[in-house]
């Protein structure tokens, strides 16, 4: 019973790699040259892992685990290593497409950063610690590399392996991911959602790093200046929102912080009558 799930798993994904491969390349032997194919092969492999990791009905078969695990490496190595790292639009010379968000990127970095989010969301419900964090962690490298590449799209167009960098464009980043994590944060502390709230605070140190390593000496005169104002003030709130409404109900359960009432001594009894 385990052989044939097995071989039955295999063959289903061998058939649908086989069709994503004739259908953008004509051949399967045909080199590997566009983004579009490599982001659908990595999307298929994570659809068919997801749908067998949070399959219904179908009870606790091993099989069936490993198989979602091994689909979910496969994707997770292919997106790494080929959209990720070799056929990255800032060095690639691919046409990404003209339109904003709907475009060849939002199908290379932004589904699969869905995907890492669904496995997230799924793992934190059966206590899969592992994949929960793995995913967690992919889901918001790749958003924030997906905003990223969307800023460079605005500013570049259809290619984006340009040398050039504006001030604007230097700028928009930092204020993109500074948006990014206070929405995070306010996420966070709507649903209560620790994960979210320190997600939204990775985001917070990167854009600080980006600021005192790039920004303050690629960036000059008006752009620097607002550079760091928006993220002082962007600090400045967050830092008072964490006090406001995560460390101060936390004080309120321990009686507001301070040292426990002193109980009232009992009244000492009088000595008894000679």
Known sequence: MKVLEAGAIAFVTLLVTFQIRQLFAGSLGA????????????AAWLAIGYGLYVRRNLGDRKVLDIAAMVLRGIGLLHLVFVQVLFQNPLWWHVDVGALPVFNTLALAYLLPAVFAALYAWSASARGDRITFYVSAVAALALTVLWLSLEVRHAFHGRFLDSDIVTNAEQYTYSAVWLLFGAALFAAGL?????????????????????????????MT????????????????GVGYLYQRFVLKPEEDEDGGGGEPPMEASPPAESPPVP
């Open 31 to 42: 080199p590997y040259t566009r983004l579009t194919e490599t982001s659908v092969q990595t």
């Open 190 to 218: 709507k649903l209560g959602n620790r994960p979210l709230r320190i997600a939204a605070l990775a985001i917070f140190a990167l854009t600080v790093a980006k600021a005192f390593l790039f920004d303050m000496s690629n």
């Open 221 to 236: 005169g008006l752009f620097r200046a607002l550079s760091f104002l928006g993220l002082g003030a962007a600090l400045l």
